[in-house]
């Protein structure tokens, strides 16, 4: 009897014994830069602005028009807002070199050359890796402004969700290089 209470014992401390975190963590990366010429302005960059459905550290899925998921393994790295600022901030770099970046919101003592704010509405893959990136942007400076918005779609390169990450990262590398060009076109005009 002593046996079996014993057995027991050490099978129900088995089972409730640490358990491997199934849990995978992302982050958005910069993509390969372009170049060009130098362009020495100060961007401040913000806000960056996401809907609240997606501003969470779960992984977001499209499963129909009007149903999103949720993962409960598959999560963002850092906060999600966090990532795509410092995504747009290394991709901006890249394209226009000689640039430098303040974080929203900044001093007024430090007021940038261009403030770039951009809104985010769909940022998220469905269940077979389509990437839909949708926002809108505004460059502006003293006496320049220019609004433009985007629908970018991206497809995962392979299974899993790194390749869907992928596709996100190249989605904001697309949207990056339409704010750079905004930003090359007001100095053009300077």
Known sequence: MRRYWLATLVL????LGPRSDPSSFFLLSPTESEGGSVVPVVVG????????YLDRS???VRVGENEIALSETERWGEPLRDNVWQTLRDNLGGLLPGSSYLAYPWYASDAPDYAVEVEIR???ADAG???VLEASWTVAREDFVE????TID????GPGRASVVAAQSRALGTLSRD???AIRRAEARR
């Open 12 to 15: 129900t401390v088995g089972c």
């Open 45 to 52: 960059l913000g806000p960056v602005m996401l809907p609240p």
């Open 58 to 60: 779960q992984m977001v």
């Open 122 to 124: 769909r940022f998220e």
């Open 129 to 131: 890796g389509a990437v």
């Open 147 to 150: 609004d433009g918005a985007a």
């Open 154 to 157: 991206e497809d995962a390169s």
């Open 179 to 181: 704010i750079a060009s």
